[in-house]
């Protein structure tokens, strides 16, 4: 999910939410583009040297900050499945259990990504701010769980999802500064 450019919230302002999980009971996804200055390997000293540049914990939303989640983008073939210590989210992309050693895991995984809490949303919450469109719904690419810090993920993401989608990617951060 894009945030619309109009969402203010300043814990998803210009975000991208990657859904991890989608029940009738409510919604978990973590913010993609939200780095932090803390390093892994201060926090999670095993799994520091495997993560993704830039190697920081991103803030994955306002909800139980001090919780850690791990999204990978898996080698092709890979089956999570079959591979204790992996939860299938979609496609080539997985949960990881950090609770795991790094290397029986690292081999299988393209990259990945350490986040500092997660966003959710109760039962019709979710549907209620798409419906406000405050969410864009977009397909979501393993790529962009990897995203890097320097890389404008907002944009990057609107401007593929062609017109006229793909216009609100120009849409300034300040309109009074347009």
Known sequence: MVAAPSLNDPNFTRTVVYVIDQRP???????????????????LPPWGP?????????????????????LAALKAGTDPSVVEGLVGVQGPVALID???????????????????GYSGWG??????????????????????????ANVDLWGRVLRRQGMPLALLSTYPTDVRNN
């Open 123 to 148: 039962e019709g919450q979710l549907a209620g701010e798409i419906e406000r469109g405050d969410w864009i719904v977009v397909t979501g690419l393993a790529d962009d769980v990897l995203a890097e």
């Open 50 to 70: 495997h993560v993704s540049k830039p190697q920081c914990v991103h803030i994955g939303g306002p909800v139980e900050q001090k919780t850690a989640l791990c």
């Open 98 to 116: 950090l609770d795991a050693e790094p290397e029986d895991l690292v081999p299988l995984v393209r990259g990945l990504r350490v986040f500092a």
């Open 25 to 43: 009971e409510g919604t978990l996804g973590v913010v993609l583009n939200r780095p932090s200055e803390v390093a892994v390997h201060d926090v």
